[in-house]
């Protein structure tokens, strides 16, 4: 397929430029691990961005497959991916991350070593042809009680969270992939997933200012290539439309006050906190003329017939007066402009061995190719696992013997929110069956979970292994129990450590990632 200078295909000429505009701003999933015949047409009319997730990957040679057909009809397509690394993992959705996430990294608390490790995970999406990722996560976690952010946030401390996340977007912008730095203006003082429902925050102007809007002022210094919209509704802000449909904050502030100029990508339309309210037509309509230039679609609403009425809604809207048509092309110009450094300057970027165009020093450069920096002179290729190690915190180590008899695991399993997903494993007893043969393990919830827990532990040592004590009244009960019963038992948190530490050990992860697991394995068993 030949493509034009301007960035379009040559069978894109006989379409007319608002369709073709209203194509362009879509940035749709679908499914399978192959493009299926109706994608890669609409590739052809003028799509210029593809959303992937773990359903499409298999593996990373079948991954480089799927974006070289993806490339043989457009060799200018954006091809977006959820990597966060952590709990939220797209590449390795069957095994868990080999990297350990956000909050471990703010734990550590060293930004050349986020800067390595975003660098790393990069470089190997890069290598499988992806070249946007819709992360680092920027909010500020300032609500223990939050649902969806947690361990994908840096911290609580917002000036902790700003130079990590700049760190985040330079080491991952040096290999040649383009950060896109969410949820805007901050998802981290709320309760509810947006996944569900629509979340509000009623912090003052002030508030907003010194936490919330901190790390993406960092992003933007840093150079971030793209941001995405939260569906979250600011009253200070704008009292009568969520993030994602406001003039306000993404064109007064996010445009105006804050002086952004790259792309603005929605959060998933299907997500009900716009789906329920508005419709995902409307909302699409809503969110270009608010400001946004590329529309998410795709976790959940997968197929051709979306694609179809979000562009069909779009051109309804210019023809009727609704959204301006100059807005609608300033957004299309928007993603091929991010297309067109995707598919130049970050290739150059990546082939002169990681030289970021985002302004990093040198000898940051240097650290984030090697994994080095102060993580000991690692590799990168386990950069993941010197973070993850140097992230534990552990409490009772001084009087704790490392097990040498495989011990009985319990994973105490809350509902998985639907950004991490149900099918990511996590814990630590495949990596302890790894060191101690024999491990058994099984998952546990409820009321009863901790005479259950006894009752199959037997007089196995137990591993109990928690996520957000502080978030589930039955999981610290169930601790409760256990404990009385068994105090030499150990117990590994792998969400926000907010409850106090207990148990014999007690190994804080700051991460449900395979790569934290394994360094919690490593310290129960003496490895």
């Not at 805007?184 to 912090?203: E, M, Q, W, Y």
């Amino acid at each position: 397929m030949t493509t034009l200078a301007s960035g379009t295909t040559a069978s894109d000429s006989v379409k007319d430029g608002l369709t073709r505009d209203a194509l362009t701003v879509l940035q749709p999933g679908f499914p399978g691990t192959t493009a299926p015949d109706w994608l890669l047409r609409r590739l052809g009319e003028g799509l210029a961005s593809v959303g992937l997730f773990g359903r499409n990957i298999a593996s990373p040679d079948q991954l480089s497959s799927l974006t070289a057909q993806l490339r043989s009809e457009r060799d200018d397509v954006l091809v977006a991916i959820d990597e966060e690394g952590g709990d939220v993992t797209r590449l390795e959705s069957r095994t868990g991350s080999s990297f350990p996430g956000n909050h471990a990294l703010g734990a550590v608390d060293d930004v050349d070593l986020t800067r390595a490790v975003a660098h790393e995970l990069g470089r190997r999406l890069a290598e499988c042809g992806v070249n946007l990722n819709w992360a680092p996560s920027a909010d500020v976690n300032s609500n223990p009680s939050n649902p969806v952010i947690g361990v994908r946030s840096f911290g609580a401390d917002p000036e902790l969270v700003a130079r990590h996340t700049a760190a985040y977007v330079t080491g991952l912008q040096s290999a040649g992939v383009a950060a896109c730095t969410k949820h805007f203006p901050g998802h981290g003082d709320t309760a509810v997933d947006s996944h569900h429902a629509l979340p509000r925050i009623d912090a003052d102007l002030s508030v907003l200012e010194q936490r919330e809007l901190l790390p993406f002022r960092a992003a933007i210094a840093a150079g971030t290539r793209a941001v995405m919209s939260a569906h979250i509704l600011v009253p200070p802000l704008d009292p009568d439309h969520p993030a994602t449909l406001s003039l306000r904050i993404l064109t007064d502030l996010l445009r105006g006050r804050l002086g952004y100029d790259g792309l603005i990508v929605t959060d998933a339309m299907e997500m009900q906190a716009i789906a329920a309210t508005y419709g995902i037509e409307r909302g699409s309509v809503l969110a270009i003329a608010a400001g946004a230039d590329a529309i998410c679609v795709g976790g959940g609403l997968a197929d051709d017939e979306t694609v179809r009425r979000l562009r069909d809604a779009l051109v309804g809207a210019v023809r009727s007066g609704e959204l301006p048509e100059e807005r609608l092309a300033e957004a299309a110009e928007r993603v091929r402009g991010l297309a067109r450094w995707a598919a130049s300057d970050a290739a150059a970027a990546s082939g002169a061995g990681g030289a970021s165009e985002a302004g990093a020093a040198p000898e940051a450069e240097a650290d984030a190719q090697t994994g080095s920096a102060s993580a000991g002179g690692v590799t990168r290729v386990d950069v993941g696992l010197v973070a993850a190690r140097r992230a534990l915190t552990v409490t009772g180590a001084d009087d704790f013997t490392p097990l040498t008899e495989p011990p009985y695991v319990a994973l105490l399993t809350p509902v998985a929110n639907i950004a991490v997903g149900d099918e990511t494993p996590w814990g630590v007893a495949a990596e302890l069956a790894r060191l101690l043969p024999g491990t058994e393990t099984s998952g546990f919830a409820g009321e009863d979970a901790g005479h259950d827990v006894l009752n199959a532990a037997g007089t196995r040592r137990v591993v109990v292994v928690v996520r957000d004590e502080h978030r589930h009244p039955w999981m610290a009960a169930t601790l409760d129990t256990v404990l009385a019963a068994r105090p030499d038992s150990v117990v590994v948190e792998m969400g926000v450590p907010q409850a106090p530490p207990r148990g014999a050990l007690h190994i804080a992860t700051h991460g449900a990632a395979r790569v934290c697991g394994h360094a919690a394995a490593e310290v129960i068993a003496g490895a």
